[in-house]
């Protein structure tokens, strides 16, 4: 068991407050995502889980175990930091054995671990290769077998493909996510990038200026975000304010296009067809409507046509005040 409980945890830098009040049971096999901008203190909260930083506050326990005390080195969390590079000096076996050495694991077993390990990880043959000599796919995948070698009971992952192309990175997401299912390993998983953790996450941590925004399964703050923050950060949400009525919050895909009927009216002002989708934006007073839909399945309608919007109530979202 490795669940990792999170409870009121508060870090401050000087007069800086990164962190405050932050509390999150992760479950022993979960893939959790922290969620936000630059700044918001997803790294702090990492650096604060593998004991690199100490917390003023709240408590940190690993299967009811109680952290504070524990230095780094002996909380057996396996971490892929983008900070982390690999060691130059050694190959690729020599990279992800060297945890293995420091902690004493017999010779015979480090070779038949490194074997599974590299293979794990799509790596088998390249064991003599210089570390130097890797492509940027390579080194994210021998980082993630070396951080993984000694079997830890938390997975620590911050922003580690943010520096791939977007093909890779996609790639190397299908990847984690499959080594994560297989190993049950519970993981903790920092990103700026919404769509990195829709496709990761069990459940998903948005945060804002040191505090939880909300949590919860992807499906959830899709469809059912608690503020304008989370709204608006999970993806396109449009957002209908009406004066002295909560803002509605309205996905693209459930919106209606039509010539006349009851809805608020508005002018195409660009579509595009991407693939199966059209999209359109639409101008609605000040604002700016999104709206999408399989192409060919509603009327087609001309650039600059007037037109009325429309969802069921159903697809609407009372944001609370
Ligand atoms: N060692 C430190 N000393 C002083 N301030 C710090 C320190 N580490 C972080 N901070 C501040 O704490 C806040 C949170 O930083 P953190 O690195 O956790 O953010 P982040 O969400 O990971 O952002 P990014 O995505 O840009 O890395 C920032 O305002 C940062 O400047």
Redesign the pocket.
Known sequence: MSDLTITNLSKS??S?T?LRDISIDVKSGEFICLL?G???????LLRLIAGLETHDQGALLLAGKDLTQVPSHKRNIGMVFQSLALFPHLNVAGNVAYGMKLAGVQKEDIAARVSSLLDMVGLSGLENRSATALSGGQRQRVAIARALALQPDVFLMDEPFSALDAGLRDQMQEEVKRIQRDLGVTTVF?T?DQREAMALADRIVVMNGGVIEQAGPPDELYARPKSRFVAQFIGINNLFDVAGQPTIAVRPEAIGLATDGAGPRGTITRQRRLGALMEREISVGAQTIFQSEFAGKGPSFDDGASVVLSWSADQAWALPA
């Not at 630059?38 to 702090?44: E, I, L, R, V």
């Open positions: 830098f000087g800086h990164a936000g630059s700044g918001c203190g997803k790294t702090t920092v700026h």
